[in-house]
Protein backbone atom coordinates (compact mmCIF):
# COMPACT_ATOMS: atom_id res chain seq x y z
CA UNK A 1 0.00 0.00 0.00
CA UNK A 2 1.31 3.52 -1.05
CA UNK A 3 1.69 5.92 1.52
CA UNK A 4 -1.14 8.13 0.25
CA UNK A 5 -3.45 5.66 0.36
CA UNK A 6 -2.15 4.83 4.03
CA UNK A 7 -2.86 8.93 5.06
CA UNK A 8 -6.28 8.53 3.35
CA UNK A 9 -6.94 4.94 5.52
CA UNK A 10 -5.86 6.93 8.95
CA UNK A 11 -8.52 10.04 8.12
CA UNK A 12 -11.26 9.91 11.39
CA UNK A 13 -14.51 8.96 9.44
CA UNK A 14 -16.45 12.08 10.59
CA UNK A 15 -13.99 13.92 8.09
CA UNK A 16 -14.33 11.61 5.32
CA UNK A 17 -18.36 12.51 5.68
CA UNK A 18 -18.21 15.74 6.06
CA UNK A 19 -15.77 15.81 2.40
CA UNK A 20 -18.38 13.69 0.62
CA UNK A 21 -21.03 15.67 2.18
CA UNK A 22 -19.58 18.60 0.51
CA UNK A 23 -18.51 17.51 -2.85
CA UNK A 24 -22.74 16.39 -3.12
CA UNK A 25 -23.66 20.20 -2.31
CA UNK A 26 -21.36 21.38 -4.99
CA UNK A 27 -22.70 18.85 -7.88
CA UNK A 28 -25.45 19.97 -9.89
CA UNK A 29 -29.17 19.22 -8.42
CA UNK A 30 -31.38 16.82 -10.26
CA UNK A 31 -34.67 18.20 -11.46
CA UNK A 32 -36.07 15.70 -9.35
CA UNK A 33 -34.48 16.94 -6.40
CA UNK A 34 -35.66 20.42 -7.08
CA UNK A 35 -39.38 19.14 -7.31
CA UNK A 36 -39.41 17.35 -4.06
CA UNK A 37 -37.97 20.55 -2.27
CA UNK A 38 -40.92 22.46 -3.87
CA UNK A 39 -43.29 19.90 -2.57
CA UNK A 40 -41.92 20.32 1.16
CA UNK A 41 -42.36 24.22 0.28
CA UNK A 42 -45.89 24.23 -0.47
CA UNK A 43 -46.99 22.06 2.91
CA UNK A 44 -44.82 24.05 4.96
CA UNK A 45 -46.11 27.44 3.63
CA UNK A 46 -49.91 25.57 3.51
CA UNK A 47 -49.05 24.76 7.15
CA UNK A 48 -47.96 28.20 8.20
CA UNK A 49 -51.30 29.69 6.34
CA UNK A 50 -53.72 27.18 7.98
CA UNK A 51 -52.09 28.14 11.39
CA UNK A 52 -52.28 31.86 11.19
CA UNK A 53 -55.81 31.37 9.85
CA UNK A 54 -56.82 29.63 13.43
CA UNK A 55 -54.91 32.22 15.02
CA UNK A 56 -56.65 35.08 13.48
CA UNK A 57 -60.48 33.87 14.34
CA UNK A 58 -60.57 34.73 17.57
CA UNK A 59 -58.91 38.05 16.70
CA UNK A 60 -61.70 38.59 14.35
CA UNK A 61 -64.44 37.29 16.92
CA UNK A 62 -62.90 40.07 19.01
CA UNK A 63 -63.04 43.30 16.58
CA UNK A 64 -66.95 41.87 15.65
CA UNK A 65 -67.50 42.35 19.23
CA UNK A 66 -65.81 45.88 19.68
CA UNK A 67 -67.27 46.97 16.25
CA UNK A 68 -70.93 46.46 18.47
CA UNK A 69 -70.00 48.01 21.05
CA UNK A 70 -68.44 51.17 19.35
CA UNK A 71 -71.59 51.32 17.17
CA UNK A 72 -73.81 51.12 19.89
CA UNK A 73 -72.02 53.88 21.87
CA UNK A 74 -71.86 56.02 18.48
CA UNK A 75 -76.31 55.55 18.48
CA UNK A 76 -76.84 56.39 22.15
CA UNK A 77 -74.40 59.67 21.79
CA UNK A 78 -77.76 61.21 20.18
CA UNK A 79 -79.82 59.79 23.46
CA UNK A 80 -77.64 60.67 26.30
CA UNK A 81 -79.82 64.39 26.32
CA UNK A 82 -82.68 62.29 27.05
CA UNK A 83 -85.56 64.23 29.44
CA UNK A 84 -87.70 61.89 29.95
CA UNK A 85 -90.01 62.97 27.28
CA UNK A 86 -90.56 60.56 24.44
CA UNK A 87 -90.01 62.14 21.19
CA UNK A 88 -92.75 61.81 18.75
CA UNK A 89 -92.16 64.87 17.32
CA UNK A 90 -89.05 63.52 16.26
CA UNK A 91 -90.57 60.24 14.75
CA UNK A 92 -88.94 59.53 11.34
CA UNK A 93 -89.20 57.19 8.39
CA UNK A 94 -86.93 55.94 5.49
CA UNK A 95 -88.56 57.20 2.81
CA UNK A 96 -87.92 54.01 1.07
CA UNK A 97 -90.76 52.43 3.82
CA UNK A 98 -93.59 51.07 2.80
CA UNK A 99 -96.95 52.82 2.66
CA UNK A 100 -99.12 51.48 5.90
CA UNK A 101 -102.51 51.49 3.94
CA UNK A 102 -104.76 48.30 3.90
CA UNK A 103 -106.50 47.53 0.69
CA UNK A 104 -109.36 45.01 0.86
CA UNK A 105 -110.40 42.11 -1.47
CA UNK A 106 -114.23 42.19 -1.01
CA UNK A 107 -114.30 38.55 -2.46
CA UNK A 108 -111.67 36.55 -0.64
CA UNK A 109 -111.04 39.20 2.57
CA UNK A 110 -107.22 38.94 1.60
CA UNK A 111 -105.42 42.06 2.96
CA UNK A 112 -102.82 43.11 0.91
CA UNK A 113 -100.43 45.60 2.99
CA UNK A 114 -97.25 46.33 1.19
CA UNK A 115 -95.00 43.48 1.80
CA UNK A 116 -92.58 43.65 4.21
CA UNK A 117 -88.92 42.78 3.87
CA UNK A 118 -88.06 39.37 3.12
CA UNK A 119 -84.33 39.78 2.76
CA UNK A 120 -83.84 38.20 6.72
CA UNK A 121 -82.93 34.60 5.45
CA UNK A 122 -83.33 31.70 8.05
CA UNK A 123 -79.66 31.37 7.78
CA UNK A 124 -79.07 35.19 9.06
CA UNK A 125 -82.30 34.96 11.99
CA UNK A 126 -80.14 34.79 14.42
CA UNK A 127 -78.80 38.01 14.20
CA UNK A 128 -81.39 41.21 15.01
CA UNK A 129 -82.42 42.76 12.31
CA UNK A 130 -83.03 46.37 14.08
CA UNK A 131 -79.74 47.58 13.27
CA UNK A 132 -79.75 47.87 9.73
CA UNK A 133 -83.73 48.14 9.23
CA UNK A 134 -85.53 50.45 7.07
CA UNK A 135 -88.58 49.55 7.93
CA UNK A 136 -88.88 50.13 11.63
CA UNK A 137 -88.90 53.75 12.95
CA UNK A 138 -86.73 55.98 14.58
CA UNK A 139 -88.21 56.11 17.82
CA UNK A 140 -88.08 52.14 17.85
CA UNK A 141 -84.83 51.88 16.63
CA UNK A 142 -83.92 54.30 19.91
CA UNK A 143 -85.16 52.61 21.86
CA UNK A 144 -83.55 49.26 20.95
CA UNK A 145 -80.38 50.90 21.02
CA UNK A 146 -81.25 52.29 24.74
CA UNK A 147 -82.26 49.13 26.02
CA UNK A 148 -78.68 47.74 24.54
CA UNK A 149 -76.99 50.05 26.19
CA UNK A 150 -78.90 50.37 29.74
CA UNK A 151 -78.04 45.98 29.77
CA UNK A 152 -74.74 47.08 28.85
CA UNK A 153 -73.72 49.64 31.78
CA UNK A 154 -75.32 47.38 34.28
CA UNK A 155 -73.76 44.45 33.05
CA UNK A 156 -70.31 46.25 32.90
CA UNK A 157 -70.91 48.26 36.47
CA UNK A 158 -70.84 51.65 34.71
CA UNK A 159 -74.64 52.28 36.29
CA UNK A 160 -76.50 50.79 39.14
CA UNK A 161 -79.96 49.16 38.93
CA UNK A 162 -81.51 51.55 40.61
CA UNK A 163 -80.51 54.20 37.94
CA UNK A 164 -83.38 52.74 35.96
CA UNK A 165 -87.15 51.95 35.86
CA UNK A 166 -88.53 48.59 34.57
CA UNK A 167 -91.66 47.54 33.14
CA UNK A 168 -91.70 43.35 33.34
CA UNK A 169 -94.38 41.43 31.15
CA UNK A 170 -94.74 38.36 33.84
CA UNK A 171 -96.80 35.40 34.02
CA UNK A 172 -96.09 34.10 37.93
CA UNK A 173 -97.62 30.97 39.35
CA UNK A 174 -99.87 32.91 41.70
CA UNK A 175 -101.40 35.01 38.26
CA UNK A 176 -105.29 33.67 37.75
CA UNK A 177 -104.45 33.69 33.80
CA UNK A 178 -101.90 34.10 31.43
CA UNK A 179 -103.94 32.44 27.91
CA UNK A 180 -101.60 31.07 25.53
CA UNK A 181 -98.86 31.61 23.25
CA UNK A 182 -100.36 34.40 21.34
CA UNK A 183 -101.86 35.94 24.38
CA UNK A 184 -98.47 35.98 26.12
CA UNK A 185 -96.43 37.18 23.26
CA UNK A 186 -97.91 38.44 20.52
CA UNK A 187 -98.54 42.04 21.83
CA UNK A 188 -94.78 42.58 21.39
CA UNK A 189 -94.60 45.77 19.15
CA UNK A 190 -96.82 47.42 21.88
CA UNK A 191 -94.82 46.55 24.77
CA UNK A 192 -92.04 48.26 23.35
CA UNK A 193 -94.02 51.31 22.36
CA UNK A 194 -95.54 51.48 26.17
CA UNK A 195 -92.38 51.03 27.22
CA UNK A 196 -90.91 53.85 25.56
CA UNK A 197 -93.69 56.00 26.20
CA UNK A 198 -93.32 55.09 30.38
CA UNK A 199 -90.75 57.79 30.18
CA UNK A 200 -88.17 54.69 28.72
CA UNK A 201 -88.68 52.10 31.24
CA UNK A 202 -86.51 48.51 30.59
CA UNK A 203 -88.93 46.12 29.30
CA UNK A 204 -88.23 42.63 30.53
CA UNK A 205 -89.99 39.40 30.53
CA UNK A 206 -90.46 36.89 33.00
CA UNK A 207 -92.44 33.52 33.25
CA UNK A 208 -93.15 31.19 36.13
CA UNK A 209 -96.07 28.65 34.30
CA UNK A 210 -95.56 26.60 32.71
CA UNK A 211 -91.80 27.40 33.01
CA UNK A 212 -89.40 30.36 32.11
CA UNK A 213 -89.80 31.76 28.90
CA UNK A 214 -85.62 31.01 28.53
CA UNK A 215 -86.37 27.56 27.98
CA UNK A 216 -88.19 28.95 24.54
CA UNK A 217 -86.97 31.72 23.27
CA UNK A 218 -83.88 33.54 23.77
CA UNK A 219 -82.49 37.24 22.71
CA UNK A 220 -81.06 36.98 18.84
CA UNK A 221 -77.35 38.57 18.47
CA UNK A 222 -77.17 41.89 18.99
CA UNK A 223 -81.13 42.16 19.79
CA UNK A 224 -82.74 43.19 23.06
CA UNK A 225 -81.99 41.12 26.27
CA UNK A 226 -85.69 41.01 28.25
CA UNK A 227 -84.43 38.48 30.50
CA UNK A 228 -85.35 38.88 34.00
CA UNK A 229 -83.58 40.05 36.28
CA UNK A 230 -81.38 42.44 34.50
CA UNK A 231 -78.86 42.65 38.39
CA UNK A 232 -78.75 39.60 40.46
CA UNK A 233 -78.72 42.52 42.99
CA UNK A 234 -82.74 42.62 41.76
CA UNK A 235 -83.82 39.30 43.27
CA UNK A 236 -83.14 40.79 46.82
CA UNK A 237 -86.59 40.19 48.75
CA UNK A 238 -87.22 44.01 49.16
CA UNK A 239 -86.94 44.36 45.57
CA UNK A 240 -89.01 41.56 43.59
CA UNK A 241 -92.28 43.19 46.30
CA UNK A 242 -94.36 43.69 42.68
CA UNK A 243 -94.07 39.62 42.25
CA UNK A 244 -96.08 38.87 45.07
CA UNK A 245 -99.64 40.54 44.74
CA UNK A 246 -101.53 41.26 41.18
CA UNK A 247 -99.51 42.93 38.24
CA UNK A 248 -99.41 46.90 38.30
CA UNK A 249 -101.33 47.45 34.99
CA UNK A 250 -103.74 44.66 33.65
CA UNK A 251 -106.42 46.37 31.21
CA UNK A 252 -106.42 48.35 28.02
CA UNK A 253 -108.10 51.27 30.56
CA UNK A 254 -105.10 51.20 32.57
CA UNK A 255 -102.53 51.11 29.87
CA UNK A 256 -104.36 53.93 27.86
CA UNK A 257 -104.23 56.18 30.45
CA UNK A 258 -100.10 55.74 30.71
CA UNK A 259 -100.17 56.84 26.78
CA UNK A 260 -102.36 59.54 27.71
CA UNK A 261 -104.56 58.19 24.42
CA UNK A 262 -109.07 58.20 24.63
CA UNK A 263 -109.86 55.26 22.76
CA UNK A 264 -112.03 56.54 20.31
CA UNK A 265 -114.43 53.07 20.61
CA UNK A 266 -115.37 54.45 24.45
CA UNK A 267 -118.56 56.02 24.52
CA UNK A 268 -117.50 59.57 26.01
CA UNK A 269 -114.29 59.84 24.07
CA UNK A 270 -115.44 60.03 20.32
CA UNK A 271 -114.76 63.64 20.08
CA UNK A 272 -111.57 63.10 22.56
CA UNK A 273 -108.62 64.97 21.60
CA UNK A 274 -105.62 62.80 20.89
CA UNK A 275 -102.96 65.56 19.58
CA UNK A 276 -99.61 64.98 20.42
CA UNK A 277 -99.53 67.66 22.51
CA UNK A 278 -102.80 67.45 24.73
CA UNK A 279 -102.25 63.57 24.72
CA UNK A 280 -98.59 64.13 26.38
CA UNK A 281 -100.04 66.63 29.01
CA UNK A 282 -102.48 63.76 29.91
CA UNK A 283 -99.58 60.86 29.67
CA UNK A 284 -97.15 62.90 31.58
CA UNK A 285 -99.90 64.04 34.27
CA UNK A 286 -101.23 60.44 34.88
CA UNK A 287 -97.32 59.17 35.12
CA UNK A 288 -96.18 61.55 37.82
CA UNK A 289 -99.61 60.90 40.18
CA UNK A 290 -99.36 56.92 40.22
CA UNK A 291 -96.48 55.34 38.48
CA UNK A 292 -93.00 57.93 38.23
CA UNK A 293 -92.32 56.82 41.91
CA UNK A 294 -92.74 52.69 41.22
CA UNK A 295 -89.11 51.33 39.82
CA UNK A 296 -90.99 48.06 38.77
CA UNK A 297 -94.04 48.25 37.20
CA UNK A 298 -95.56 44.75 36.11
CA UNK A 299 -98.24 43.95 33.35
CA UNK A 300 -100.43 41.17 32.26
CA UNK A 301 -101.86 42.18 28.97
CA UNK A 302 -104.61 39.96 27.11
CA UNK A 303 -106.34 41.69 24.19
CA UNK A 304 -108.59 40.10 21.46
CA UNK A 305 -105.81 43.02 18.99
CA UNK A 306 -102.85 42.78 21.22
CA UNK A 307 -102.51 46.46 21.01
CA UNK A 308 -102.57 46.73 17.43
CA UNK A 309 -104.87 49.20 17.31
CA UNK A 310 -103.29 51.67 19.67
CA UNK A 311 -100.05 51.19 18.35
CA UNK A 312 -101.52 51.85 14.23
CA UNK A 313 -103.42 55.12 16.09
CA UNK A 314 -100.51 56.74 18.11
CA UNK A 315 -97.93 56.88 14.59
CA UNK A 316 -96.34 59.60 13.97
CA UNK A 317 -97.87 59.61 10.36
CA UNK A 318 -99.92 57.66 8.10
CA UNK A 319 -96.68 56.62 6.23
CA UNK A 320 -95.56 54.84 9.00
CA UNK A 321 -95.22 51.36 8.88
CA UNK A 322 -98.58 49.55 10.80
CA UNK A 323 -98.12 46.73 13.62
CA UNK A 324 -98.31 44.18 11.32
CA UNK A 325 -95.83 45.29 8.67
CA UNK A 326 -93.51 45.48 11.73
CA UNK A 327 -94.13 42.52 13.54
CA UNK A 328 -91.60 40.38 11.80
CA UNK A 329 -88.69 42.40 12.18
CA UNK A 330 -89.64 43.18 16.03
CA UNK A 331 -89.68 40.04 16.68
CA UNK A 332 -86.32 38.72 15.74
CA UNK A 333 -85.02 41.27 17.24
CA UNK A 334 -85.84 40.29 20.62
CA UNK A 335 -86.69 36.37 20.48
CA UNK A 336 -84.97 33.46 18.61
CA UNK A 337 -86.05 29.78 19.87
CA UNK A 338 -83.53 27.72 21.97
CA UNK A 339 -81.14 25.93 20.59
CA UNK A 340 -83.43 22.82 21.94
CA UNK A 341 -86.39 24.02 19.67
CA UNK A 342 -84.34 25.02 16.82
CA UNK A 343 -83.13 21.70 16.68
CA UNK A 344 -86.94 20.30 16.74
CA UNK A 345 -88.16 23.08 14.08
CA UNK A 346 -85.46 21.78 11.98
CA UNK A 347 -86.12 18.30 12.16
CA UNK A 348 -89.69 18.59 11.68
CA UNK A 349 -89.40 20.74 8.07
CA UNK A 350 -86.68 17.76 7.08
CA UNK A 351 -89.06 14.46 8.47
CA UNK A 352 -91.83 16.89 5.91
CA UNK A 353 -89.68 17.60 3.38
CA UNK A 354 -91.01 20.93 4.08
CA UNK A 355 -88.50 24.00 2.59
CA UNK A 356 -89.35 27.56 3.97
CA UNK A 357 -91.54 29.82 1.50
CA UNK A 358 -92.15 26.87 -0.95
CA UNK A 359 -95.37 25.10 0.98
CA UNK A 360 -98.91 26.71 1.88
CA UNK A 361 -100.79 25.86 5.46
CA UNK A 362 -103.37 25.35 7.32
CA UNK A 363 -104.16 25.81 10.91
CA UNK A 364 -107.68 25.09 12.72
CA UNK A 365 -107.79 25.79 16.57
CA UNK A 366 -111.09 23.29 17.54
CA UNK A 367 -110.98 23.78 21.01
CA UNK A 368 -111.62 26.76 21.21
CA UNK A 369 -114.14 27.94 24.44
CA UNK A 370 -115.89 25.20 23.70
CA UNK A 371 -116.03 21.49 22.37
CA UNK A 372 -116.59 21.29 18.88
CA UNK A 373 -118.78 18.33 17.43
CA UNK A 374 -117.59 15.78 15.06
CA UNK A 375 -119.92 17.32 12.48
CA UNK A 376 -118.44 20.64 12.53
CA UNK A 377 -114.47 19.58 12.96
CA UNK A 378 -115.61 18.09 9.41
CA UNK A 379 -117.73 20.54 8.08
CA UNK A 380 -114.62 23.52 9.54
CA UNK A 381 -111.57 21.02 7.90
CA UNK A 382 -113.46 20.95 4.89
CA UNK A 383 -113.91 25.47 4.60
CA UNK A 384 -110.53 25.33 5.35
CA UNK A 385 -109.20 23.28 2.61
CA UNK A 386 -112.04 25.27 0.22
CA UNK A 387 -110.49 28.71 1.30
CA UNK A 388 -106.69 27.58 0.78
CA UNK A 389 -107.77 26.60 -2.63
CA UNK A 390 -109.60 30.17 -2.98
CA UNK A 391 -106.74 32.11 -1.60
CA UNK A 392 -103.99 30.56 -3.84
CA UNK A 393 -106.06 31.06 -7.26
CA UNK A 394 -106.95 34.77 -6.24
CA UNK A 395 -103.09 34.71 -6.45
CA UNK A 396 -102.78 32.68 -9.61
CA UNK A 397 -105.39 35.31 -10.92
CA UNK A 398 -102.79 37.86 -10.83
CA UNK A 399 -100.16 35.90 -13.06
CA UNK A 400 -102.57 33.86 -15.08
CA UNK A 401 -105.49 34.00 -16.91
CA UNK A 402 -105.37 29.66 -17.52
CA UNK A 403 -107.33 28.62 -14.89
CA UNK A 404 -106.95 24.53 -15.78
CA UNK A 405 -103.06 25.33 -15.55
CA UNK A 406 -103.39 26.92 -12.29
CA UNK A 407 -105.36 24.99 -10.52
CA UNK A 408 -103.06 21.98 -11.85
CA UNK A 409 -100.43 24.46 -9.78
CA UNK A 410 -102.26 24.81 -7.13
CA UNK A 411 -102.91 20.87 -6.23
CA UNK A 412 -99.10 20.33 -7.03
CA UNK A 413 -98.48 22.62 -4.26
CA UNK A 414 -97.25 21.60 -0.87
CA UNK A 415 -99.31 21.66 2.40
CA UNK A 416 -99.36 21.84 6.08
CA UNK A 417 -101.52 21.35 8.05
CA UNK A 418 -101.83 21.87 12.46
CA UNK A 419 -104.19 22.14 14.76
CA UNK A 420 -104.94 21.51 18.30
CA UNK A 421 -107.07 18.05 17.74
CA UNK A 422 -106.27 15.34 15.90
CA UNK A 423 -109.94 14.98 14.39
CA UNK A 424 -109.43 18.42 12.95
CA UNK A 425 -105.70 17.95 11.68
CA UNK A 426 -106.93 14.41 10.01
CA UNK A 427 -110.43 15.36 8.60
CA UNK A 428 -108.38 18.54 6.80
CA UNK A 429 -105.60 16.47 5.40
CA UNK A 430 -108.05 13.73 4.16
CA UNK A 431 -110.72 15.88 2.63
CA UNK A 432 -107.55 17.61 0.74
CA UNK A 433 -106.48 14.27 -1.03
CA UNK A 434 -109.81 13.64 -2.10
CA UNK A 435 -109.85 17.13 -3.45
CA UNK A 436 -106.80 16.15 -5.35
CA UNK A 437 -104.14 17.76 -3.46
CA UNK A 438 -101.08 15.81 -3.92
CA UNK A 439 -98.95 16.66 -1.11
CA UNK A 440 -100.89 17.39 2.23
CA UNK A 441 -98.60 16.65 5.47
CA UNK A 442 -99.21 16.90 9.23
CA UNK A 443 -97.02 16.25 12.19
CA UNK A 444 -100.36 15.29 14.25
CA UNK A 445 -99.75 11.31 15.19
CA UNK A 446 -102.99 9.67 16.84
CA UNK A 447 -100.08 8.79 19.91
CA UNK A 448 -99.00 12.52 19.77
CA UNK A 449 -98.81 14.51 23.21
CA UNK A 450 -101.97 11.68 24.52
CA UNK A 451 -100.92 10.86 27.84
CA UNK A 452 -102.98 12.81 29.63
CA UNK A 453 -101.85 14.61 32.72
CA UNK A 454 -101.30 12.46 35.80
CA UNK A 455 -103.49 14.47 38.35
CA UNK A 456 -106.93 13.41 36.15
CA UNK A 457 -108.97 10.38 35.20
CA UNK A 458 -110.99 11.83 32.37
CA UNK A 459 -110.64 9.51 29.13
CA UNK A 460 -113.31 11.35 27.47
CA UNK A 461 -111.60 14.53 26.59
CA UNK A 462 -110.86 15.55 22.96
CA UNK A 463 -107.36 14.14 21.89
CA UNK A 464 -105.54 17.26 21.24
CA UNK A 465 -101.76 17.78 19.40
CA UNK A 466 -100.09 20.28 22.01
CA UNK A 467 -99.99 21.31 25.27
CA UNK A 468 -101.88 24.58 25.93
CA UNK A 469 -99.20 27.01 27.97
CA UNK A 470 -101.58 27.66 30.27
CA UNK A 471 -104.41 24.47 30.45
CA UNK A 472 -102.45 21.75 29.10
CA UNK A 473 -103.86 19.14 27.42
CA UNK A 474 -107.52 20.48 28.69
CA UNK A 475 -107.45 23.36 26.41
CA UNK A 476 -111.57 24.05 27.57
CA UNK A 477 -110.96 24.36 31.24
CA UNK A 478 -112.00 27.06 33.02
CA UNK A 479 -109.27 26.17 36.22
CA UNK A 480 -105.92 26.53 34.28
CA UNK A 481 -103.24 26.63 37.16
CA UNK A 482 -104.06 22.77 37.88
CA UNK A 483 -103.00 21.55 34.04
CA UNK A 484 -99.45 23.22 34.04
CA UNK A 485 -97.32 20.70 36.04
CA UNK A 486 -95.17 19.34 32.92
CA UNK A 487 -91.34 19.51 32.11
CA UNK A 488 -90.08 21.96 29.36
CA UNK A 489 -89.56 20.07 26.30
CA UNK A 490 -93.66 18.71 26.36
CA UNK A 491 -94.00 22.42 25.81
CA UNK A 492 -91.58 23.00 22.91
CA UNK A 493 -94.47 21.38 20.08
CA UNK A 494 -96.19 24.63 20.90
CA UNK A 495 -92.89 27.00 19.75
CA UNK A 496 -91.95 24.22 16.68
CA UNK A 497 -95.26 24.48 14.86
CA UNK A 498 -95.48 28.27 15.05
CA UNK A 499 -92.49 28.46 13.24
CA UNK A 500 -93.03 25.84 10.94
CA UNK A 501 -96.27 28.08 10.17
CA UNK A 502 -94.75 30.99 10.15
CA UNK A 503 -92.00 29.32 7.26
CA UNK A 504 -94.96 28.88 4.46
CA UNK A 505 -95.75 30.89 1.93
CA UNK A 506 -99.27 31.56 2.44
CA UNK A 507 -101.92 30.31 5.29
CA UNK A 508 -105.74 30.03 5.91
CA UNK A 509 -106.54 30.43 10.14
CA UNK A 510 -109.35 30.59 12.07
CA UNK A 511 -110.51 31.21 16.22
CA UNK A 512 -107.87 32.20 17.88
CA UNK A 513 -104.76 34.14 17.28
CA UNK A 514 -102.11 31.23 16.84
CA UNK A 515 -102.64 30.93 13.26
CA UNK A 516 -102.22 35.05 12.92
CA UNK A 517 -99.31 35.63 15.19
CA UNK A 518 -97.24 32.49 12.65
CA UNK A 519 -98.46 34.62 9.47
CA UNK A 520 -96.84 37.92 11.40
CA UNK A 521 -93.80 36.07 11.36
CA UNK A 522 -93.83 35.27 8.19
CA UNK A 523 -91.46 36.45 4.81
CA UNK A 524 -94.94 37.47 3.61
CA UNK A 525 -97.37 39.17 5.83
CA UNK A 526 -100.36 39.27 2.81
CA UNK A 527 -100.71 35.85 1.74
CA UNK A 528 -103.36 35.33 4.13
CA UNK A 529 -107.01 34.41 4.37
CA UNK A 530 -108.86 34.83 8.08
CA UNK A 531 -112.24 32.34 8.72
CA UNK A 532 -113.04 34.71 11.25
CA UNK A 533 -113.85 37.11 8.23
CA UNK A 534 -114.38 34.78 5.17
CA UNK A 535 -116.47 32.28 7.29
CA UNK A 536 -117.52 30.30 4.14
CA UNK A 537 -115.38 29.28 1.44
CA UNK A 538 -116.82 27.20 -1.56
CA UNK A 539 -114.76 24.76 -4.19
CA UNK A 540 -114.86 25.91 -7.88
CA UNK A 541 -117.40 24.57 -10.22
CA UNK A 542 -115.91 23.37 -13.43
CA UNK A 543 -117.83 24.43 -16.55
Known amino acids: MSQPQQQQQQQPRSIVMAATKQQQQQRPRSSGNRQQQQQQQHRYCGGTKAILLLALIPLLSLAYSSLIVVLLRLEQRHDHDYDGQHPFSSWMIDSSSSSSSIITNNNSHIHNNPPVSSSMSLSSSLVAPWRNSTLLPHWMKQYFAYHQEARYNLSTGRNRWTDYRYLVVRCLHHDAKCGGGADRLKSLPFMLLLADQMHRRILLYQWERPTPLQEFLQPPVDGLDWRWPPHPDMLQQEETHWMAGRPTLMNGEQINKCLGYLAPDEGHNKNADNSLSARLERRDRHLQQHYNDQRVISIRYQSHNHGRLQYDALRATDDEPSYDQVFRQVWYSVFVPTPPVQAQIDERLGELQLQPGRYQA ?18 FAQSTVHCLHQLLANQQQQQSEDKDKDDKRILNTTVFVSSDGVDAAHAAVQYARQRGWHQVVTDVDDDNNNDN ?26 RPREWTQHEAPHYYDTFVDLYVLSHAQCIVFGFGNYGRWANLMSTNVNCHLDMRVERTCTWPQKP
Open 362 to 379: IHIRSQYIQEWKQARIAS
Open 453 to 478: DSNTTNTTAPQVTHLHLDRGHHFLSQ
